[in-house]
């Protein structure tokens, strides 16, 4: 089965300084992929970023990172220099083209960035 | 820009009823799932259309059932409504390993 862990309900930043939200997966697979999901208050589901599992080299997209722990199943955001429009439910999702492409998220992290 | 977009934005139903949500996307991507989302909860896999053929399901009864048509626009339908149904039903299209997703539907029943 998979499952995909967030541990981290709510968390909250300074506006301009980084912060780390976490996320475990777990998969008898290979062969996968690794997403992180903002959802503001408007609803919309967007893609942060995303992580190939078979790329040792983490993903970077700008003031978003992430640390990708393969052996441990860890798969952490890094939000640096935090804006008040990073206020969002951040989601940790997996995928395998294994099980017909289906997507499992975490229960999410409510991040607030305080001015 | 696969512009998907889902109708209603909102609806309110009362116990026993039938809903029917809908989902296109601008570039008619032939892979849609629906996923329901609880209040503070992540989404959670409904299941998935490929090419007008049902294509996984997740852990969710008879009475969620889906189409997809030709220009792979597509449909939830939910039986016999239970008040437990009330959530955001998401659509997301499948491109490139990643998906798209609409803006969802928040379903009340009452």
């Known amino acids: 089965a998979q499952t995909v862990t967030q541990s981290q309900p709510e968390m909250s930043v300074q506006e301009a300084e980084t912060v780390t939200l976490s996320c475990t997966y777990d998969?008898?697979?290979?062969?996968?992929?690794l997403f992180w999901y903002k959802q503001p208050p408007s609803r919309q589901m967007i893609l942060v970023i995303r992580?190939?599992?078979?790329?040792?080299q983490n993903a970077t997209e700008n003031r978003f990172s992430v640390n990708f722990q393969k052996a441990a199943k860890s798969f952490s955001l890094k939000i640096s220099d935090s804006q008040l429009g990073d206020t969002a439910m951040y989601f940790c999702?997996?995928?395998?083209?294994?099980?017909?492409?289906?997507?499992?998220f975490g229960t999410g992290t409510s991040l607030t960035v305080i001015p | 820009e696969t512009g998907v977009t889902q109708s209603p934005t909102h609806l309110i139903k009362t116990r026993g009823q039938q809903v029917t949500l809908r989902c296109s996307s601008q570039?008619?991507?032939?892979?849609v799932s629906w996923y329901q989302q609880a209040l503070g909860q992540g989404p959670q896999f409904i299941f998935q259309y490929y090419r007008e053929e049902e294509n996984g399901r997740g852990n969710f009864p008879p009475r969620f059932s889906g189409l997809q048509f030709p220009n792979y626009s597509s449909e939830l339908n939910v039986n016999a409504l239970e008040l437990d149904d009330s959530a955001l039903y998401l659509c997301?299209?499948?491109?490139?390993?990643?998906?798209?997703f609409g803006p969802g539907t928040r379903l009340t029943v009452l």
């Open positions: 999702a997996f995928m395998t083209p294994n099980t017909g492409n289906q997507f499992y």
């Open positions: 992580q190939e599992a078979y790329k040792q």
């Open positions: 998969t008898s697979e290979n062969n996968y992929y």
């Open positions: 570039s008619g991507h032939n892979t």
């Open positions: 997301a299209v499948h491109a490139y390993n990643e998906q798209f």
